[in-house]
C-alpha cells in the first residue's frame, strides 16, 4: 500500500464553522506534513510530524490546528477560517531524517471558505 | 534563501517529441533534489529523486539530470503521449529529512495530439 488516503476531497466551510481534514496512511512512514498550495502557486509547508510530534510550525495561524493521534493518522483541524484560507491542502508523508526518501502526497482537500 | 526556478511556466509539445523541462536552484547545498507531476486539483506524484551524489536517474520515458555546481536540473520525456499532460514541479532539500524541501514555480506542459 503507497497511498495517501486524505478526505473529505472537497470541504465548504463558512467563516463561523469548525471542521477537520484527515489524513492516513500505511506505509509505516514515521514522518507527515500538512502543505498549502493556493491556484498555480507550488506547496508551501505548514507543519510536520516526526514520530508523532511536531516538529515544524511554519508559522501558521492557530485557527489551523494540527493533530497526530498515532503514526498512520494526521488530522488538521479547522476554526473561524477567513477567505482568503480556501486552497488544496495536500497531506504527505516519508521516512523522518533519511536523506533520499521520496516524499508521498494525498490527493488533496479542496477547502473553500465562504 | 534557497530558490528554484522553472523556465518556461507552459510549454505544449506536439505527441511524440521528446521534450527537456528546466530547474534552477541558487544554493548547490543541496542533499537531493525532486520531480513531481501534478493532475489540476490533484496531488503531486513522485516521479524522480536525484541523490546529490548522482548525475541522473531513469524511470521508463523519464531521465533526470542533476549537475550541482552549476544549480541545474533537466527532466527528459522521450515520445511525449497526451497522458504526459499536467504540471511538473521540481524541489530541492537542502536539508537531512524532506522537512525543508523548496519547490519551484512548475512547468504545465500540453502535449497536444
Known amino acids: 500500500d503507497t497511498e495517501v488516503t486524505q478526505t473529505p476531497k472537497h470541504l465548504v466551510m463558512g467563516m463561523t464553522n469548525k471542521k477537520s481534514l484527515k489524513c492516513e496512511q500505511h506505509m509505516g512512514h514515521r514522518a507527515m506534513y500538512w502543505y498549502k498550495q493556493k491556484a498555480k502557486k507550488p506547496p508551501e509547508l505548514m507543519f510536520v510530524?516526526?514520530?508523532?510530534?511536531?516538529?515544524i510550525n511554519e508559522s501558521v495561524p492557530s485557527r489551523f490546528s494540527p493533530e497526530c493521534p498515532n503514526s498512520s493518522l494526521l488530522n488538521l483541524h479547522l476554526h473561524a477560517l477567513q477567505p482568503e484560507d480556501s486552497a488544496l491542502y495536500l497531506c504527505a508523508s516519508s521516512r523522518p531524517g533519511t536523506a533520499g526518501e521520496k516524499l508521498f502526497f494525498g490527493s488533496g482537500t479542496q477547502l473553500s471558505v465562504l | 534563501k534557497q530558490e528554484v526556478t522553472q523556465i518556461p511556466a507552459a510549454l505544449s509539445v506536439p505527441e511524440g517529441e521528446n521534450l527537456v523541462l528546466n530547474c534552477s536552484f541558487t544554493?548547490?547545498?543541496?542533499?537531493?533534489l525532486q520531480w513531481f507531476r501534478q493532475d489540476p486539483g490533484k496531488g503531486l506524484t513522485s516521479l524522480l529523486l536525484?541523490?546529490?551524489?548522482?548525475r541522473e536517474q531513469t524511470s521508463g520515458r523519464l531521465n533526470a539530470s542533476l549537475d550541482k555546481s552549476s544549480g541545474r536540473s533537466t527532466l527528459y520525456i522521450a515520445a511525449s503521449q497526451p497522458g504526459d499532460s499536467a504540471t511538473y514541479l521540481c524541489?530541492?532539500?537542502?536539508?537531512?529529512?524532506?522537512?525543508?524541501?523548496?519547490f519551484g514555480t512548475g512547468t504545465r506542459l500540453t502535449i497536444i495530439p
Open positions: 544554493d548547490s547545498a543541496i542533499y537531493n
Open positions: 510530524y516526526s514520530y508523532e510530534k511536531l516538529s
Open positions: 536525484i541523490q546529490s551524489s548522482q
Open positions: 524541489a530541492v532539500n537542502g536539508d537531512f529529512g524532506n522537512e525543508k524541501l523548496t
